[in-house]
């Protein structure tokens, strides 16, 4: 089988994306509505690479920029939502998701004056989020350099990669007639950049479209009437090598996927648990935990809550170090392939009895989440707190 290949672009912008993975997403509500846009289009993305090397993009950029595609498609923006989407955030982020230490001494546009101390604090409040580099342009924030200030949400919204895409393609399909203007000129119009012609926006277009056209290679275009396909509980969407292929360890019952070795998976190979994004899973994994958490939530108004994801090999060494036989020996435990988590204290559900769990041992199955033989209250070590995406165990 192939080996996962990079996304090669050539242009000003050092761009790569890892390819062959499934994008997973939440869309956060926004806006007048409590309900939800469709979330995430899991599917199967090209291997190929396209033309020459000039550098790539780190794993934070590619994630993100994975987002992104996938909020679009989501909504059924299509191929063109989602070139805009990714424009705008190379030209006011370089796809980075940035917070604001609030220091700004520019006179804002909108405003004709610099930030007062109470913008500054809440500009602050980015700080706290997970973030990928600290900027100080006036109040914006995030992906698309979003201001508080001016309405576009609070700092915990901007600072979530999902929610600040959602709130961007909110506005954006507001503006008459969007898919048919240039596309630089729409994204101004929802941005309302000093770049009053959208210039900074044509200046990344071409290099936009060409990871959206990388990234949706072999799919159908989810634009307005379009499908998402369902969660697979297989690794149809990876890329491995032929090898890997014929090998019966990357089937069935194997946690073992991509040709990685157990807690050795780059995290551009993983996708972000939309409910707790600083942790991550094996792609597939994390949209149908997603989905399972949606559902939990319309039943108890809150999170499943987990504690753990992915473990690479060095933190299995410390939880073992630290806890004993309660962790598995380093290169063994099933959090290492991306495919187990730990659920916390919400609701009761770790603690093996009550409503909350009970709803997880009827439902988790429907999701392709188990609660494993020896984790059962009755197994060889109970751990009600841990669940496992497939029967790996």
């Not at 063109?80 to 705008?88: K, L, N, Q």
């Not at 050795?264 to 994390?286: G, R, T, W």
């Not at 108890?300 to 036989?325: A, L, M, N, P, W």
Request: net charge negative; charged share 15%.
């Amino acid at each position: 089988m192939r080996a996962l290949r990079r996304l090669h672009l050539a242009g000003p912008t050092t761009v790569g994306l890892l390819l062959g993975i499934a994008v997973v997403v939440t869309v956060a509500a926004v806006g007048s509505s409590d309900q939800r846009q469709p979330r995430f289009l899991p599917g199967a993305l090209d291997c190929g690479a396209v033309g020459t090397a000039q550098g790539t993009l780190n794993a934070a950029q590619e994630r993100n920029a994975k987002i992104i595609v996938s909020v679009a498609l989501g909504r059924r923006l299509g191929n063109t939502g989602a070139t805009i989407g990714v424009a705008v955030a190379l030209a006011e982020s370089s796809l980075y998701n940035e917070a604001n230490d609030g220091t700004s001494t520019l006179v804002g546009s909108a405003e004709g004056r610099q930030l007062n101390d109470s913008e500054r604090a809440v500009a602050r409040e980015s700080l706290q989020y997970p973030h990928d580099r600290v900027g100080n342009n006036l109040d914006s924030i995030g992906l698309f350099q979003q201001r508080p200030m001016t309405g576009w949400g609070t700092p915990q919204q901007l600072m979530d990669p999902a929610t600040s895409a959602a709130l961007f393609f909110d506005r954006l399909v507001k503006v008459p007639g969007w898919q048919a203007l240039p596309p630089w000129n729409a994204a101004q119009a929802v941005q309302g950049s000093p770049s009053s012609d959208g210039g900074i926006y044509r200046s990344t277009y071409a290099q936009a479209t060409t990871i959206v056209e990388k990234l949706t290679a072999g799919t159908a275009d989810q634009s307005a009437g379009a499908v998402a396909a369902p969660v697979s509980n297989t690794d149809d969407g990876w890329c491995p090598s032929a090898a890997a292929t014929d090998s019966a360890s990357n089937r069935g019952g194997s946690a073992a996927w991509g040709g990685f070795s157990n807690g050795q998976i780059p995290a551009s190979a993983l996708c972000p648990v939309p409910s707790a994004p600083q942790l991550l899973l094996e792609c597939h994994a994390a949209a149908a935990f997603d989905q399972m958490n949606t559902a939990f939530r319309a039943v108890f108004g809150q999170d499943i809550g987990i504690t753990d994801g992915y473990r690479s090999y060095d933190e299995q060494i410390v939880c073992r170090d630290q806890k004993g036989s309660m962790c598995a020996d380093p290169g063994t435990s099933n959090h290492g392939w991306g495919k187990a988590v730990d659920i916390g204290g919400c609701c009761g559900v770790n603690s093996g009895a009550g409503p909350a769990f009970d709803w997880l041992t009827t439902n988790a199955g429907r999701f392709g989440w188990i609660h494993p033989a020896w984790a059962q209250p009755d197994g060889s070590k109970p751990e009600p707190w841990h669940w496992e995406y497939g029967s790996i165990s």
